[in-house]
């Protein structure tokens, strides 16, 4: 596959990891959230049939094959990668990894532009929030990738390809294409973005990975109106698992009253008093 250098994030800083860096977890039978420095990708199926969703942090490639390997076998490939936005910490290692194994790729096709070189995202806002990994945003990349013909459009009627018993819902606010997957059948939910389980802007909280239910990472997120709506769709979908893009899967009664608390108090908890991107 060729590309140029555009397509990696070799120049990327990243200076923040996580106590949870490198753990994968057993979330459901077929159901499994791995967790690369800061981010979460979900796997989900069996060592036949197996998709990933999101392709995680920039330089990690390695790393994300060999929890691949050790999960599901020696020469075991997705049938699908999914993703849920086109952020650099949730396609950085994407390049690399369509290198090896040649997957289909989807997204929103409103998400597409920032994935075939077309738009690049807006730069961090450091104004959010008093937060170090806020105050560092600017530093992260904010340039799209260019995979062509490899990213196709996800289905319009809402399915999931490789990925039976899924629907996927238009969640955007953090990015316009975010998208979130649930199963209807035991209310399993990959919320991507949309709203996470640890205060994002904090790089202790981070690092420590402190659960507290929170919106979608400030310094990234563009429309706010749009990202409330979102979190009130999924709320209102009663999911019983949650794996999100940042922080520790959540379940249950837990679940249900920290999503319903965000619902209520969204704009205390989750959107920012200083923003470029507050009306």
Known sequence: MEHSQDNKFEETFLPVTSVGSGICINVLPDVYCFTNKIVNLALVGTFDSFVLIDAGMPKSADEIKAMVKERFGENARPKAIILTHGHFDHVGSLVELLEDWKAPVYA?????????????YPPGDPSVDSGLVAKMSPMFPNHGINIGGLVQALPEDQSVPEMPGWKWIHTPGHTPGHISLIREEDRTLIAGDAFVTVKQESLYRVMMQTQEISGPPRYYTTDWDAAFESVKTLEALHPQT???????????????NNLRFLVENFREIAMPNHSRYVN
Do not use: S, V
């Not at 096709?109 to 738009?119: D, Q």
């Open 108 to 120: 929103h096709e409103l998400e597409i532009p920032y994935l075939n070189g077309e738009k690049d």
């Open 242 to 256: 949650a794996i999100t893009g940042h922080g520790l899967p959540m379940t249950g009664d837990e679940l249900t």
